[in-house]
């Protein structure tokens, strides 16, 4: 190979180890038959480099990999999630930063929901959420809810799914789906969000709009509060950007009884100011944060 043509990966690819049981070496044997086998049924193309043949080709997951091996601690991005004098509310991990082949793989999941890109981004999920809850067992995990009109628009919740898919690798680690979104009143006039008439998205808002919108709008269903009362819960969603979401689902899961000891989301917006790769992750328990201010970013 002629490295002036051909040049070098920057990083070095990883692959995954191979499966110990027979039974998952087969399952990844005909899963990987049945996409070659789609692919001469169905043209497609990868969704962040283009390559034909699969949703996600070889090195574009390599590269989803790399980009979520080392997750951080990323709550001191989140203003929602930070006092006034830098106290941390609510300590988040996230997977890797919202960026490149993640930010293009985590956006085709969310409108198309593509299942080799579920799998690929579910593993990352859980490799964070080790991360978090590090040392200790008994955990709740807890998915962030999806709107009404964004799950009727996919036909899915894409948090629900991406843990569905990381809990596989998680033993000891049990999922409640107990938050529900509250129904919530329109407003009219200049008094809806973003000057239009009822419910604006949280797409496009700034800090205060997003923590205006989803104030009181979570709640613990009746049937699910004897689930959480006294446990220790972790909350999941797939993007942190100002954290105001996951603030809301933390005040109704207090309100319900649960200890909430942390959060964990696939994609942080905002990168560490100075990351090292030789850092380990810190766990949700900490009370100080270890890594620097974030870079201050545009909101998404």
Known sequence: MDP????????????????????LRLADWVS?????????????????CGAEDRTLCAPCGSRIRQLTREPFRAESGAPALMDVDGTIMLPVVAAGVYRDELAQGLLSFKRRGQHQLGRNLGRALAVAVR??????????LVPVPTGTAAYVNRGFSP?????????????????????????????????????????????????????QRVRGSMQVTSRARTK?????????????TTGATIGEAARALHLAGAQVRGAV????????????????????HGRSHDLEKNKPGKDE
């Open 228 to 240: 959480v009362v006294g446990r220790a819960c972790i909350i999941v969603d797939d993007v942190l």
């Open 159 to 211: 948090v629900h799914l991406l843990l569905k898919e990381a809990a596989r690798q998680l033993p000891g680690l049990d999922v409640a789906d107990v938050l529900g979104k509250k129904s919530r009143v329109r407003l009219e006039g200049p008094k809806a969000l973003g000057g239009q008439k009822g419910l604006a998205g949280q797409k496009g808002l700034g800090r205060g709009a997003r923590s």
């Open 131 to 140: 991360a978090a809850a590090r040392g200790s067992s008994g955990f709740l």
């Open 4 to 23: 002036d043509l051909e040049p070098p990966p920057p990083w070095p690819a990883l692959h995954r180890a191979e499966h110990s049981a027979a039974l």
């Open 32 to 48: 990987g038959a049945a996409a070659d086998l789609l692919a001469l049924a169905v043209p497609v193309d990868c969704v962040c």
């Open 265 to 284: 989301v696939l994609a942080a917006t905002r990168p560490p100011a100075a990351a090292d790769p030789g850092t380990p992750a810190a766990g949700p």
